[in-house]
């Protein structure tokens, strides 16, 4: 074999060898990554989370640990999001689903669906492939090589970023389903942190985010402390294809709860129909008679303020949203249309209903205990018993 033909074949492998990894510039892979980020419509997500806590106290030591799931299907076109949430921590476990339509989030808890109509941005908060996106323009990166996931050729890459804006990104998940950690603040954070490890995958082909991994391991030094670990796992696939997202039937009927609520606190709460001591034990804030109720026409009432939404009216031990009608249950003469209300009924206080007191009829006349129109042969008692003009004689009006 001459020198030329193993010149050449050494040619023929170095570039066999070398096209195995293709070769590309950070600037233009962040370039390109961006760039395609613009053409994102639809994608699924799937996160692992696991963080251990050690909490020190003056020599008093407590371990805590969460695992969480998140599976997520994103339509950025329609503004739709659902996520699927399993999480346990402490022996207890919580399985929900949440929904954003919008800026309006749904979640059920307990059984329960809870509605809260958020800030104007608040869409834009759960969008995890945004957060990848930005957390890569705001950070410097290192191309550690490449790797295949589900069959297709990406990028590794390192990730250098700007911890306080990496603290926020990481800790959103957990807002889902579990009380956000306390955070360090100001510029102790490089001295607490001691292990930063964020990574991404990139698709060859298409620049798109398939995978991500953060891990964050804090130590403080000083006697009251919070050690934690927490790494974070997600995959992001089916890229642009189509996803349907529709609210459940049932959930358009949710409970809506105030903007100063957050979901984490409300899931520890129960549900309607379950037992409750005060109003807080309940998700709908209504508990009456030791029953959690929702505070809507035809619930169960004894105060209108309190065991009813704003609006409603308590009458007859419902409640509801106009007067009672004639015949209907009452409490007093407020419950009633007519402003009447006879022996726990509203009356109409016409000729001959009962009565108690001139307020009771509508001529305000009532005569043994039946209202009068006090016209002559009409009973009596006093002249004012009678029509103007006619008096009181031996009990008759004439």
Known sequence: MNKITLIS?????????????????????IKNVLASAQSIKTYK??????MNMDISIFGSRQSVAMEMTLKGSVDLENRKIVFDVKSKAAGKEQKFTTYFLDNVAYMQAQGQ???????????????QYKDIID???????????????????NYVINIIPDKKKLFEKSFKPLEQGAQKPQLPQGPNVDELVKDFTVKFWIQEDSFLVSKSMIRILIEPKNQTSIKMDMTMNTKIYEHNKPIIIELPEEAKKAVEI????????????VGKGKECFTSSDCITNFCVKGICTEGKPGDPCRFPVRDCKEGLKCIGDKCREDYAEIGEACSSFSDCKSKICINNKCSEGNFGDECFGVFDCKSQKCVNHKCSEGNAGD???????????????????G
């Open 258 to 269: 105030s903007a100063s609520e957050t979901f984490s606190s409300i899931s520890q709460k």
């Open 113 to 127: 669906w809870l509605k809260q109509t958020a800030k104007a941005n608040a869409f834009a908060t759960q969008n």
């Open 45 to 50: 997500t799937d996160s692992d989370i696991k």
């Open 135 to 153: 957390l890569l323009q705001d950070s410097q990166i290192e191309i550690l090589g490449q790797e295949n996931v589900d069959g297709k050729s």
């Open 379 to 397: 009973a009596c008692f006093f002249s004012f018993d009678c029509k103007q003009g006619l008096t009181c004689i031996n009990k008759i009006c």
């Open 9 to 29: 074949i050494a040619l023929v492998c170095v570039l066999l060898f070398s096209g195995c990894e293709k070769q590309i510039s950070k600037e233009e892979l």
